[in-house]
């Protein structure tokens, strides 16, 4: 997290601390909340702004978001305070032809959903023609979180 503040223009290691800050809190309870602490959710959602056209950066971190949200209701709050939800949809919509930022984006905001106070925040940034095209587009990848969400948002 430290190295992502101090090196907030380096795409590269932006999606290398991404993508191990997924593997540090999958199926660990206590590491989602460490990285929370310790300002990974917010360092993730800031590389995700700086490095908007970078697909393996919107990637990764999506991958982060995922695996920080699962389980987690704090993290799944403060993903949404920190901004999450509107850097999520961007990925969406600037990297529409990227099958993994579509699913891990879907997953996350799937994730996220879980949270009632979250789904005010999504239907805010109007993400249903976006869930329908990463449905339509992938759907082996996209379709049941799409599906799901779309319900959910109304």
Known sequence: VTAMRRHEESERL?????????????NNKNNKTAIAKAGG???????????????????????????LAYGNDDNQTAIAKEGGIEAVVLAMRRHEDSAWVQKLACAV????????????????????????????????ECSYDASVLINKLG
Do not use: W
């Open 41 to 67: 959710i917010d360092a993730v959602v800031t590389a995700m702004r700086r490095h908007k056209e970078s697909a393996a950066v919107q990637e990764h971190a999506c991958g982060a978001l995922v695996t």
């Open 14 to 26: 932006h999606v290398e601390a991404c993508a191990a800050l997924a593997n540090l809190a999958f």
């Open 109 to 140: 905001l799937y994730n996220l959903s879980v949270a009632s106070s979250n789904l005010p925040i999504m239907r805010k940034e109007q993400p249903r023609q976006l869930l329908e095209a990463a449905k339509a587009r992938f759907p082996s």
